[in-house]
C-alpha cells in the first residue's frame, strides 16, 4: 500500500493549483487523509484533514483559500489550493492515518498506519 502525490508546480501569487494523491493496493478502506507541508529547516505543519465522512478541518492560515475533498471509491484525496501566496511554497505530502487492505499472499487483512506520499513541490512566486 503507497500513496502517490501530483499536482505541484510553480505559479505567480493569487494564482491556483490543484494537488492530487492516490492510494494505491488492496485497499479495504482508508481513515482520515490529509494534506501537510514542509520548508527545509522547518517542522511539518498541518494544512488540512478530511474524515471518511468528510468532515474537514483547516490550519488557519489556508482557511478560505484551500479546500480538502475526498473521492472514498477510488481512494484519493485532493487539495485545491486558491490565492496562493509566496509563504505557502513548500513540499506538500499527503497522509493517511490508518489504511485496511488485503494481504496479497493469504488474503487476510492489513493495518497500515500513519502513511506518507512522497511529495510534491508548490512554489509561489511574488
Known amino acids: 500500500v503507497q500513496l502517490q502525490a501530483s499536482g505541484g508546480g510553480l505559479v505567480q501569487a493569487g494564482g491556483s493549483l490543484r494537488l492530487s494523491c492516490a492510494a494505491s493496493g488492496r485497499i479495504l478502506s482508508i481513515g482520515d487523509m490529509g494534506w501537510y507541508r514542509q520548508v527545509p529547516g522547518k517542522r511539518r505543519e498541518f494544512v488540512a484533514r478530511i474524515t471518511s465522512a468528510g468532515s474537514t478541518n483547516y490550519d488557519d492560515s489556508v482557511k478560505g483559500r484551500f479546500t480538502v475533498s475526498r473521492d472514498n471509491a477510488k481512494n484519493t484525496i485532493d487539495l485545491q489550493l486558491n490565492s496562493l501566496e509566496p509563504e505557502d511554497t513548500g513540499m506538500y505530502f499527503c497522509?493517511?492515518?490508518?489504511?485496511?487492505?488485503?494481504?496479497?499472499?493469504?488474503?487476510?487483512?492489513?493495518?497500515?498506519?500513519?502513511?506518507w506520499g512522497q511529495g510534491t513541490q508548490v512554489t509561489v512566486s511574488s
Open positions: 497522509n493517511a492515518a490508518r489504511i485496511s487492505y488485503r494481504r496479497a499472499y493469504d488474503y487476510t487483512e492489513g493495518i497500515s498506519t500513519d502513511l
